[in-house]
């Protein structure tokens, strides 16, 4: 046989999770034509990539994104395949592009996963071609797709669509019987045209973008019990996963979410629900997560939760920092950050303060930030003498001034100048190693594609496989290299039901190079990339170049010495996965 490609003299792992081998792979058609000990005939072969020394794994699967936008501008998606990443599901969080049109969408993304609302509005505006779930698939199918791309439909996105966003966020306001109908048969349009599911959100200090309905919760967090019910029945009748998002300052909401999982007198429902975190504010909650999967999958569920599994450490320019939206005087702030004059005005007023420092001295109950501002480092401002030290340490420095108004003197001077950082979950590596090895946790939410300031998780699932190796190597293993590679590929893409994930004979061959010598310090940093597509903006990303030799996407190589390829983004080397 005359292959496409060969990747030779590798450590082959096959995504199942069984032992790894010195192979040889050859690629014919986009897909492995050959798995062998002995080397394979490289006659009239255009491309071999030799990975002597080096892991040979599938593409990680990606399962949380909020890419519903750029993969419109900007489909090769190069920040996540440059990191190994070759499926990506889109449509989380309640959000998608389906249904709703330019300037809903432009509401639904722009505050929740800070990406800038014009680019949104002009991106959906110039773009969208589609009014069905199944033109929207063709709509990305003849784009030039790099990597893979599944989809949930969003709730938010069939709710506004269907009743308009302002009566889609209104309290007292229920569906028409004529509306529901419509929303159950847009969802089971969906799934027809190979949506993995259906994403939810319950979540509070989720808020609009825009004038119209600014500062109002997410469209799918107005639903009632009986509107999800009748959509969650849907999914269950065609095996199809539900991913939400319950209110942390609710905990009957996430009980609830958990326990629909649950199939009695019906079937079970796929439900994966974020997120299992290892949260500094509430360090006791890390052993339930574990706890409550156990419990409801042995009593007969399919339960996830879904984890990132790396520090959790977000930047903000000024205030510009989604989790300020979880009490009240810092979602306050944000609703004026489109009238910064009047956001300014209300930082130096004393009763404001006030307000501010009596949410910040709250110390109990749920919440996700741990609202300690001497945890929050300053690494840029146009006062050099505040660089390196923390908030509360400016207060001290100033005389013994509070951390609140330490923190709200510096933006008044400076405002988005003043950059920060903290880490807010997921910082003690026995709890993470812990969430990595059980079955009950599902490993992603990189939420890659938004929060481009505030966070960079691009590279989530190598920085998992450095910290695995290194455990093996010390001695102390918490679960095998083979075990980890399953559940950043195979397991995920089996449990969507997706063509992805394995490397097999027959199998999609998306295939990632990985070189465990630089599996070291160089994935912790990150650098800023701008975006050309939102004029420039600079983005947080990782730049670990080393680590990844080379990535194959349907066979044709697309990376090169962790840099992107001319092809990539310029021919379609991806699909749409349609869920079976």
């Known amino acids: 046989m005359t292959y496409d490609a060969i990747v030779k003299n590798g450590r082959w792992f096959d995504g199942t999770g069984a032992p790894s081998q010195i192979r040889h792979l050859g690629i014919k058609g986009g897909r492995v034509a050959a798995v062998a000990a002995e080397p394979l005939d490289e006659t009239g072969c255009a491309d071999v990539v030799d990975a002597e020394g080096k892991w040979v794994i599938p593409g990680i699967v990606d399962i949380h994104t909020h890419y519903d936008v750029e993969v419109l501008l900007r489909p090769g998606l190069d920040e996540s395949v440059r990191h190994g990443v070759t499926s990506i599901l889109v449509g989380s969080c309640s959000l998608s592009t389906v249904h709703v049109d330019a300037s809903d969408a432009g509401d639904l993304f722009g505050r929740v996963e800070a990406i800038p609302r014009r680019h949104v509005v002009e991106t959906i505006e110039t773009k969208k071609s589609w009014n069905t779930a199944e033109e929207y698939v063709q709509a990305l199918e003849a784009l030039p797709l790099g990597p893979n791309i599944a989809a949930f439909i969003g709730h938010s996105d069939i709710r506004a669509a269907e009743m308009g966003l302002d009566r889609a966020t209104r309290k007292n306001v229920k569906p028409t019987p004529g509306e529901m109908a419509s929303m159950e048969a847009r969802l089971d349009e969906a799934l027809d045209a190979g949506f993995v599911g259906m994403s939810s959100q319950q979540l509070m200090f989720d808020k609009l973008d825009g004038e119209a309905c600014r500062s109002r919760t997410l469209p799918s967090t107005y639903a009632k019990s009986k509107e999800r019910s009748r959509l969650n029945s849907i999914l269950r009748k065609r095996g199809r996963a539900l991913q939400g998002g319950p209110d942390v300052a609710r905990p009957q909401s996430m009980v609830a979410m958990t326990l629909s999982t649950l199939g009695v007198f019906r079937p079970k429902l796929k439900v994966s629900l974020l997120s299992a975190a290892d949260v500094k504010a509430i360090p006791g909650i890390a052993k339930l997560f ?226 465990p010598a630089h599996l070291d310090e160089t994935l912790d940093g990150y650098a800023e990339s701008p975006v050309p597509e939102y004029d420039g903006l600079s983005r947080m990303v990782n730049r670990n170049d080393a680590t990844v030799p080379a990535v194959l996407i349907g066979g044709r190589p697309v990376v090169a010495d962790g840099k992107p390829l001319p092809i990539l983004g310029a021919e379609r080397t991806g699909d749409f996965l349609r869920a079976s």
């Open 290 to 515: 574990p706890v409550m999967a156990r419990t409801v999958n042995s009593l007969g569920g399919d339960f996830r939760w879904q984890h990132l599994p790396v520090p959790f450490e977000v930047y903000s320019d000024g205030i510009d920092l989604p989790v300020f939206e979880e009490f009240g005087s810092g979602a306050a702030a944000l609703d004026l950050a489109n009238r910064l004059d009047a956001q300014q005005a209300m930082l130096t007023d004393e009763a404001y303060r006030r307000r501010f420092r009596k949410d910040y001295d709250k110390k109990y109950g749920p919440r996700v930030w741990h609202r300690d501002f001497f945890d929050a480092e300053i690494v840029d401002c146009p006062d050099p003498t505040v660089i390196g030290k923390t908030f509360g340490q400016v207060g001290i420095d100033r005389g013994g001034v509070h951390p609140v108004d330490a923190f709200l003197d510096l933006l008044v001077e400076h405002g988005k100048k003043v950059r920060w950082r903290t880490t807010i979950s997921n910082h003690r590596p026995e709890v993470l190693n812990t969430f990595a090895s059980d079955p009950g946790i599902q490993l992603g939410f990189s939420d890659a594609g938004a929060h481009l300031r505030n966070m960079s998780f691009y590279n989530f699932g190598l920085r998992l496989l450095r910290r695995v190796n290194d455990a093996v190597e010390a001695g102390t293993p918490f679960m095998s290299v083979e075990q980890a590679v399953h559940r950043l590929t195979g397991e995920l893409a089996d449990w969507y039901g997706l063509d992805a994930g394995h490397l097999r004979v027959g199998d999609r061959a998306d295939i990632v190079v990985v070189d």
